[in-house]
């Protein structure tokens, strides 16, 4: 796939001491880094390359990244100016999300055809998803290949035995996964062949009187079930709704039929994809707090659960962040 951008742009020059790059005394010692170096298992990612400088003085064209395993479902981000091409490959494992499995996907991003000079900083971005099951305190490494109209420098190096990362010269972007909750253990409710983790929501303004809801159902049963609907102790109701895009227009809808939870399947409800929608709030959403909510199944019946409230724009059960833009629920 190949997206071409016929607008030239204008490159976004960032002063170091603006951006909080305190620790990068000159252009040549800086590295090709992640902007954001931490992210909780589960949770989307926004990634953030950051180039600081070209070659030596020359300026970047090119900048190539690879994807590692452990992460998924990764869309670059264009650029004004520059020519984005992707490169799709199976993955090592199938990863589940958004109730499919995914087999395959993005492994390289290219941007090319673009000109920042040495003399400027820009940001090359995608967003993905973080496997759960990544463990926690695991580094994943982005190689990046930064080229220019006569070299090239090789961001691709990584820690071995008897080498530590600070020994590195031309290290690789790091990402270190910590643990999905920061707080105490997700909250896990079992019924009938079903069984719930980590039911979450974000707060809400004072003024807003709907919520939303997310978590992962895992059928361990034998024959599918179907989450109908519900109640909360905060609303006048509950809805079971699909967020999806086509030809670049976003829109939600209610499964009129709920959703199907297949024998030996996950279905994750989350931002961007299936969700609940709390209807009527009574109240403002507070981070922090908790609150009581029923579940209806077509074939289990009704499953009480309590879900955790984090901030306004939390990614998930975490409380990461999620990639900015674009509308949520």
């Given at each position: 796939?190949?997206?071409?951008?016929?607008?030239?742009?204008?490159?976004?020059?960032f002063?170091?001491?603006?951006?909080?790059?305190?620790?990068?005394?000159?252009?040549?010692e800086?590295?090709?880094?992640?902007?954001?170096?931490?992210?909780?298992?589960?949770?989307?990612?926004?990634?953030?390359?950051?180039?600081?400088?070209?070659?030596?003085?020359?300026?970047?064209?090119?900048?190539?990244?690879?994807i590692?395993?452990?992460?998924?479902?990764?869309?670059?981000?264009?650029k004004p100016?520059w020519?984005?091409?992707?490169?799709?490959?199976?993955?090592?494992?199938?990863?589940?999300?958004?109730?499919?499995?995914?087999r395959?996907?993005?492994?390289?991003?290219l941007?090319?055809?673009?000109s920042?000079?040495?003399?400027?900083?820009?940001?090359?971005?995608?967003?993905?998803?973080?496997?759960?099951?990544?463990?926690?305190?695991?580094?994943?490494?982005?190689?990046?290949?930064?080229?220019?109209?006569?070299?090239?420098?090789?961001?691709?190096?990584?820690?071995?035995t008897?080498?530590?990362?600070a020994?590195?010269?031309?290290?690789?972007?790091?990402?270190?996964?910590?643990?999905?909750?920061?707080?105490?253990?997700?909250?896990v409710?079992?019924?009938?062949?079903?069984?719930?983790e980590?039911p979450?929501?974000?707060?809400?303004?004072?003024?807003?009187?709907?919520?939303?809801?997310?978590?992962?159902?895992?059928?361990?049963?034998?024959?599918?079930?179907?989450?109908?609907?519900?109640?909360?102790?905060?609303?006048?109701?509950?809805?079971?709704?699909?967020?999806?895009?086509?030809?670049?227009?976003?829109?939600m809808?209610?499964?009129?039929?709920?959703?199907v939870?297949?024998?030996?399947?996950?279905?994750?409800?989350?931002?961007?994809?299936?969700h609940?929608?709390?209807?009527?709030?009574?109240?403002?959403?507070?981070?922090?707090?908790?609150?009581?909510?029923?579940?209806?199944?077509?074939?289990?019946?009704?499953?009480e659960?309590?879900?955790?409230?984090?901030?306004?724009?939390?990614?998930?059960?975490?409380?990461?962040?999620?990639?900015?833009?674009?509308?949520?629920?």
């Open positions: 796939m190949t997206i071409s951008l016929v607008s030239t742009g204008t490159l976004r020059a002063a170091l001491i603006g951006l909080g790059w305190l620790g990068l005394a000159t252009a040549a800086a590295h090709v880094t992640l902007e954001r170096r931490e992210v909780a298992a589960g949770t989307a990612y926004r990634g953030i390359l950051a180039v600081p400088h070209g070659c030596g003085r020359e300026a970047t064209t090119a900048i190539r990244v690879q590692p395993e452990g992460v998924f479902s990764v869309k670059p981000v264009p100016g020519t984005v091409a992707t490169t799709v490959k199976p993955y090592a494992k199938a990863y589940a999300s958004h109730g499919r499995e995914i395959e996907g993005v492994s390289e991003i941007w090319s055809g673009g920042l000079p040495n003399e400027f900083f820009d940001e090359f971005v995608f967003v993905g998803q973080v496997d759960p099951a990544v463990a926690d305190g695991t580094t994943l490494y982005f190689p990046v290949i930064q080229t220019c109209a006569n070299g090239e420098e090789r961001w691709i190096e990584t820690p071995s008897g080498r530590a990362a020994d590195l010269r031309k290290p690789a972007p790091a990402l270190r996964v910590l643990a999905a909750a920061g707080g105490p253990a997700a909250p409710f079992e019924r009938a062949g079903l069984r719930i980590a979450w929501s974000r707060a809400t303004p004072g003024a807003v009187r709907v919520g939303a809801g997310y978590l992962r159902v895992t059928n361990t049963g034998t024959t599918p079930d179907r989450l109908i609907g519900g109640s909360t102790s905060v609303s006048d109701r509950l809805e079971v709704h699909e967020m999806s895009t086509a030809n670049g227009v976003m829109s809808r209610k499964l009129a039929e709920g959703l939870i297949e024998p030996g399947k996950t279905v994750e409800l989350r931002p961007g994809g299936y609940m929608m709390f209807i009527g709030l009574h109240r403002a959403l507070a981070e922090g707090e908790t609150f009581k909510a029923v579940l209806t199944f077509e074939r289990a019946g009704t499953i659960v309590e879900f955790r409230v984090g901030g306004i724009g939390a990614g998930g059960p975490a409380g990461a962040a999620a990639p900015a833009g674009g509308h949520r629920h």
